[in-house]
């Protein structure tokens, strides 16, 4: 696997998104992101829903893509905004943040997907 990027060919985009959300809210949290990821979307490669160890109200979720345009067309979608709207700001609270970035280099061993979800 070439994973040197120096010819400034990205081969993914990494989307991280971080939230505080209420107290009490991973179940729901859990059960909307289950319903999401059900939804067949162009150019996503992998998703992660993760909860800070130190902070229990803090979520980060880092999505995995082709190119930058399938981000745009992901954010610019009714998909997106009803998700947003509707699923997410009721248990979001207080600061987000979202950061787009490129890789560069990158290394993958063993990733399987959870089967058990």
Do not use: H
Request: charged fraction near 25%; aromatic fraction near 12%; hydrophobic fraction near 35%.
């Amino acid at each position: 696997m070439d994973n040197d990027n120096s010819s400034g060919d990205y081969p993914m985009y990494i989307r991280i998104y971080w939230s505080k959300i209420y107290p009490g809210s991973w179940p729901a949290i859990e059960d909307r992101y289950n319903k999401l990821m059900q939804i067949p979307i162009e150019g996503l490669k992998a998703r992660f829903v993760s909860q800070d160890v130190e902070d229990e109200e803090s979520i980060f979720t880092i999505t995995i893509w082709d190119k930058q345009e399938s981000i745009v067309r992901w954010e610019a979608s009714d998909a997106y905004r009803e998700f947003l709207d509707q699923a997410m700001r009721p248990l979001t609270v207080g600061s987000q943040s979202v950061s787009l970035c490129k890789t560069r280099l990158y290394l993958i061993n063993d990733l399987q997907p959870q089967t058990d979800v």
